[in-house]
Nanobody
Framework: QVQLVESGGGLVQTGGSLRLSCVASGTSISINAMGWYRQAPGKQRGLVAGITRSGSTYYADSVKGRFTISRDNAKNTVYLQMNSLKPEDTAVYYC??????????????WGQGTQVTVSS
């Protein structure tokens, strides 16, 4: 049974940084793309950053230059380093396993997410 557990969220001031982690169990992430998604109140969940099995990355325009996604296949973990945080980054952040090695269509179960709150 695949399980994804996100952690690392919290309350931070504008301009601050956080590092999110997502540990997968029940499957190996090494052959899959991985993505970080977020959902703000009243909005749909959307892709923030993704990393393919080969290490190529994708970022939403709103986070380019501020967020960095990385993966450690040996630890079955994907990370999201978030710098220069803004109040509009406030959301619940989720990770998911891509449905293949090179696309970010979510293919796994959603975890509980981790709340990120950026105060102005």
């Amino acid at each position: 049974q695949v399980q994804l557990v996100e952690s690392g969220g919290g309350l931070v001031q504008t301009g601050g940084s956080l590092r999110l982690s997502c540990v997968a169990s029940g499957t190996s992430i090494s052959i899959n793309a991985m993505g970080w998604y977020r959902q703000a109140p009243g909005k749909q969940r959307g892709l923030v950053a993704g990393i393919t099995r080969s290490g190529s990355t994708y970022y939403a325009d709103s986070v380019k230059g501020r967020f960095t996604i990385s993966r450690d296949n040996a630890k079955n973990t994907v990370y999201l380093q978030m710098n220069s945080l803004k109040p509009e980054d406030t959301a619940v952040y989720y990770c998911n396993i891509g449905s293949s090695g090179y696309n970010f269509v979510p293919g796994g179960p959603w975890g509980q997410g981790t709340q990120v709150t950026v105060s102005s």
